[in-house]
């Protein structure tokens, strides 16, 4: 198995904290890093594609289990990872086409995929439906589906149980929402899920984890809301 385990790793994520873990696998695939971790959970990132996607693998530190969020491209690499980080299943936060390149091939290789019922159409095969408020085992950690529409009718993105993690797919940036520019987008449907969905019900210290880019958190982002309301995108 072409794993090895990493010696006091210092994970990319701007938000967090010191590790003096000895324990995490650290496949040895190109590009992969420890993004984030605790004593429950750890984050493994992979940028891909021309697009420069964030695929990220949440595997659980007791069981060993994982599951990959965003099965976006370059899928060699990605499936690698599903195999050295014991990767159960892979879940889609939203059907545009940067995000699902590598679905067919992972589907190939026996791993379930998962979409919401109003993107689904948009990916060229999948297994699982995906509903609001679906909670997921990951091992024993526990992920939470919070749908949240408007950079596409069936964007969801995935809550940590007792952790201040929020995968948010294109829904939220550092900046702002994603674009509602594409087919079935619409800026005040995803101004209202992120007030809704997200800002009135987590914790303003929430690492939020996006589908491009750098990680923000809730705190960060809120008291912008009104501002991006007025530039209107």
């Not at 967090?16 to 695939?29: E, I, K, N, Q």
Request: aromatic content about 6%; hydrophobic content about 35%; overall charge negative.
């Amino acid at each position: 198995m072409n794993v090895a385990f990493s010696e006091d790793p210092n994970p990319t994520s701007p938000h967090a904290g010191p590790c003096t873990h000895h324990d995490h696998p650290r496949p040895t695939v190109s590009g992969v890093a420890l993004h984030w971790c605790d004593e429950r959970a750890e984050i493994h990132r992979i940028v891909v594609g021309d697009y420069e996607n964030n695929v990220f693998v949440l595997r659980c530190r007791q069981t060993g289990q994982s599951v990959l969020i965003d099965a976006a491209n370059e899928h060699d690499k990605l499936l690698e990872l599903c195999r050295t980080l014991n990767v159960q299943s892979v879940l889609e936060t939203h059907g545009h086409f940067d995000h699902i390149q590598a679905v067919p091939a992972v589907r190939a290789a026996g791993y379930r995929v998962a979409v919401t019922a109003p993107d689904a159409a948009m990916l060229p095969s999948y297994d699982d439906v995906l509903e609001d408020e679906s909670v997921l085992d990951v091992g024993r950690l526990r992920l939470h589906a919070i749908c949240t529409p408007g950079h596409t009718p069936g964007s969801v993105c995935f809550r940590l149980e007792d952790s201040p993690i929020l995968f948010s797919g294109d829904t939220l940036f550092p900046g702002g929402p994603g674009t509602t520019t594409f087919d079935g987008g619409d800026f005040t449907t995803i101004i209202n899920s992120i007030d809704r969905r997200l800002f009135a019900s987590l914790d303003p210290g929430t690492i939020v984890m996006p589908g491009h880019g750098l990680d923000t958190t809730i705190g960060t982002e809120m008291p912008n809301l009104d501002a991006w309301v007025t530039r209107g995108w």
